[in-house]
């Protein structure tokens, strides 16, 4: 099954890819008129059709039919996440996250954040590559960079949990405190973990301290570990 992206697409009609797309299904998967492929527009729609002419750097598809809510969740997960000094951290989260299932991602800038600005375009891209890859018709929806006081006191989860290291506060794991199909927003922190003054913050609005276990994970290791958790106990 070989699926490809374009974000508006119409049944019953003859779709272009993009030149990139085109480029990869002629030159790379080397597919030609005839062949089956699938499309999404990253919505939840998986579109078959078939490729009624390919030259080059051109792909022409036929559309005849559409799957609506495809592989579809009854929860919601947001990783809000302070970006990691090293890029390529931050692309290897993207890429696995949107692998095993994500819906959005918030660039989350704290007191102890080592990188405060990121390039969006370049995370919606891995998130495309990644969805594509592992079949996924549901794009997540990656934010601007957001301050941590914005994000927690108006974020609308039905669960809220922040993810921190020190041992001075009682903690609670996902597997006693998340209620399954739930939807939930976990905080991850940056290198030099959240300051005081922030926790304090998000447990004012309710926000509870959550812990991964006595190892210490680096930042993108701790989100990943969040997104494998929930649905774990999801499909328990």
């Known amino acids: 099954m070989w699926l490809f992206y374009k974000e508006d697409i119409a049944l019953n009609q003859i779709t272009a890819l993009s030149k990139e797309e085109a480029l990869h299904c002629t030159k790379v998967l080397r597919l030609k008129e005839g062949d089956t492929i699938f499309l999404t ?25 559409e799957q609506t ?57 891995i998130a495309i590559a990644a969805a594509k890859q592992s079949l996924k018709c549901y794009l997540p929806k990656i934010n601007e960079e957001t ?12 669960e809220l949990y922040i993810a921190y290291c020190a041992q001075d506060i009682q903690y609670t794991t996902l ?35 959550l812990t991964f276990g006595s190892e210490r994970l680096r930042t993108e290791t701790a989100a990943i570990y969040a997104v494998a958790s929930i649905h774990f106990l999801n499909n328990d």
């Open 175 to 209: 597997k006693k405190s998340y209620t399954k199909g739930q939807s939930i927003i976990i905080l991850i922190g940056p290198e030099g973990d959240f300051a005081k003054e922030e926790i304090a913050l998000a447990m004012e609005n309710k926000f509870k301290p």
């Open 41 to 65: 527009n990253g919505k939840g729609s998986l579109f078959e059709g078939t490729i009624s002419s390919c030259h080059k750097d051109e792909c022409l598809v036929a559309l005849t039919s």
């Open 147 to 158: 301050a941590f006081d914005s994000l927690v006191t108006k974020t609308k989860e039905q």
């Open 69 to 125: 809510d495809y592989q579809k969740r009854d929860y919601y997960i947001h990783i809000a996440i302070a970006p990691t000094k090293n890029p390529s951290r931050m692309e290897w989260f993207i890429e696995k996250a949107v692998e095993m299932g994500v819906d959005e991602i918030t660039p989350l800038i704290c007191q102890h954040s080592q990188r405060t600005s990121i390039k969006t375009e370049r995370w919606e891209k």
